[in-house]
């Protein structure tokens, strides 16, 4: 599976769009790009993903460049319930695990 | 809709005893099922995976061994546990289809003493 960088930390104010960004210019053909977020001692909750073409659903959008090198989830209003480590994920489509980095530690404030 | 299942949420269990977690989906058929383990501070683990009664696929050589017996029901096991066993248990299934995501429980919070 291909490589992703995310920031370590964002911050968004509370009511503000929340955009966390995702580099993994390695990425392949096959290759879909997942997002989860993981609130502290719970499990992980699956927000969204896609393969080339941009994606919205009720939690979140998924903007996927033309390129596929990276991509952006943005939580179009932030609240303080979506404080959490959000992690981008490239997954190929004949393998079955998640291989969770490091994520990006997002802080809502009020 | 979906919901899975696991239990306990913490468990305390010293070294060398026998260990039974459960994992059970309502709301779908034939799912495929996975056992993770995050370990503290750390990434999730893939362990096991199954994608039918009976079929159980290893990540990793380790302590422990999961089993199918029914459609949506998923059981990590081990005879007797190390203190490597520690970690948070994860749960999780998918949808039939190459692409379908995971979707996770809640978690068994493991400590061995």
């Known amino acids: 599976d291909a490589k992703t960088t995310q920031p370590p930390s964002m911050d968004c104010a509370e009511g503000r769009a929340a955009n966390l960004p995702c580099n993994h210019s390695?990425?392949?053909?096959?290759?879909?790009v997942y997002w989860y977020r993981q609130i502290h001692s719970q499990g992980p909750q699956y927000i969204i993903h896609g393969l080339k073409n941009n994606e919205t659903n009720e939690m979140a959008s998924l903007i996927i460049t033309e390129d596929r090198k990276s991509s952006t989830l943005i939580l179009p209003h932030a609240t303080l319930r979506d404080t959490a480590v959000y992690y981008c994920?490239?997954?190929?489509?004949?393998?079955?695990?998640?291989?969770f980095g490091t994520g990006t530690r997002l802080l809502v404030s009020p | 809709s979906q919901t899975i299942h696991q239990w306990p949420a913490t468990l305390v269990q010293p070294v060398g005893s026998p260990l039974s977690l459960e994992c059970t989906v309502e709301g779908t058929s034939n799912p495929n099922l996975y056992w993770y383990r995050q370990a503290a501070g750390r990434g999730l683990q893939l362990l096991f995976y199954s994608v039918g009664i009976g079929q159980i696929s290893s990540e990793v050589p380790q302590n422990l061994s999961a089993s199918r017996p029914q459609d949506r029901q998923f059981i990590l096991s081990s005879k007797k546990l190390l203190l490597s066993d520690s970690g948070f248990y994860l749960c999780a299934w998918s949808g039939v289809g190459a692409h379908q995501p995971q979707h996770f429980g809640d978690g068994t919070r493991l400590s061995i003493l």
């Open positions: 994920i490239v997954r190929h489509t004949g393998f079955q695990k998640l291989v």
């Open positions: 390695t990425i392949s053909g096959n290759e879909y």
